[in-house]
């Protein structure tokens, strides 16, 4: 009896391993016809100075909607696309696509533009970035890289030696999702960062919690001590947003001063102000 429905427990698990490695060869191949076939699109997200309201820059963030499967999330499809190999195809086409976009704005802030660390490792990355900026006319100061840790010792120093080429064009680079496990301090010793952007995820509390509210006021100082700039990703209300601009922070992105969407959703405001959504200075909040 017990043999049996371990026997059947190994079928049972060889059926549903299959179906798992099907799925995701399913997936891949339906990526690879997305990106061959134009399947994949930009929207961009406005960072905002948390005083003025001045737009700083647009974060372009790549969306894939698959005719079967809808909309499917990067968070799914671009740790899918690293194992494939095809994360340097698709990083360069939302590199160009970003470029292209900004120059047709005539941007005057950066595109800010999500790098997969193992792209930037790659040998000629640098070479690729400068082509790409040379196609569009830009200068290396209308591109903002954002990098996430997720590298092995060898390759963060191969990736920091591409930026520093890169930051040496002007390009700017910033560290993603800092305060998460993918983000370290260590980091922050090893690359020539401009911008540190803090996760989302220590600051869903932080217009309660006075400890969020103390994490967050020390890395804003550990950011400012070292001439970076912090932004703060994921902001969604009013009160957080005050509290962090309280606390120093001068720069936001997040639901509360715009979702990201597709260019053209943008671009009839680029010569006014953007719809944002600033609350007022809370009363006797210092000046900086
Ligand atoms: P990320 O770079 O940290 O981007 C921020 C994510 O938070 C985006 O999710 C954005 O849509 C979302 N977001 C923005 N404001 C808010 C908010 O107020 N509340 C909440 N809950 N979420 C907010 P998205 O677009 O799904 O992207 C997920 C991740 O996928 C990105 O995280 C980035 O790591 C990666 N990614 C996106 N586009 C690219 C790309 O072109 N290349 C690479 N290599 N990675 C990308
Ligand atoms: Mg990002
Ligand atoms: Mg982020
Ligand atoms: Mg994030």
């Known amino acids: 009896q017990a043999k049996r429905e371990g026997k059947n427990g190994v079928q049972f698990f060889q059926k549903s391993l299959d179906a798992a490695v099907h799925g995701q060869l399913h997936l891949e191949a339906r990526l690879r016809a997305a990106l061959d076939a134009g399947g994949l699109h930009l ?30 999330s990067p968070a799914r499809f671009i740790p899918l696309a690293e194992e494939a190999g095809l994360i340097g195809d698709l990083g360069e086409w939302v590199l160009n696509e970003a470029c292209r976009q900004a120059a047709e704005w005539g941007l005057r802030v950066p595109v800010a533009v999500n790098v997969s660390a193992l792209e930037v490792a790659q040998e000629d990355f640098t070479q690729r970035v400068h082509a790409t900026l040379r196609r569009h006319g830009l200068d290396g100061g209308q591109l903002k890289l954002e990098v996430t840790e997720r590298l092995s010792v060898q390759d963060l120093q191969r990736a920091a030696r591409q930026l520093a080429q890169l930051h040496g064009l002007g390009v700017q680079l910033s560290l993603d999702d800092f305060g998460t496990g993918q983000s370290s301090v260590s980091t922050l010793l090893q690359l020539p960062l401009n ?94």
């Open 43 to 72: 929207h961009y997200q406005p960072q905002v100075d948390t005083t003025t309201g001045a737009l700083l820059g647009f974060e372009a963030l790549v969306r894939w909607t698959d005719t079967q499967l809808g909309l499917v």
């Open 195 to 288: 911008e540190l952007k803090l996760d989302r995820s220590l600051i869903t509390g932080v217009a309660e919690s006075p400890i969020e509210q103390r994490v967050v006021s020390a890395l804003i100082s550990l950011g400012r001590s070292l001439n970076l700039t912090v932004i703060v990703e994921g902001v969604e209300t009013p009160e957080q947003l005050r509290v962090l601009r309280d606390l120093g922070c001068g720069a936001v992105q997040g639901y509360l001063t715009g979702r990201p969407g597709p260019a053209s959703m943008w671009t009839p405001h680029l010569n006014g102000p953007l719809p944002l959504n600033l609350p007022e200075r809370s009363a006797g909040a210092g000046d900086g």
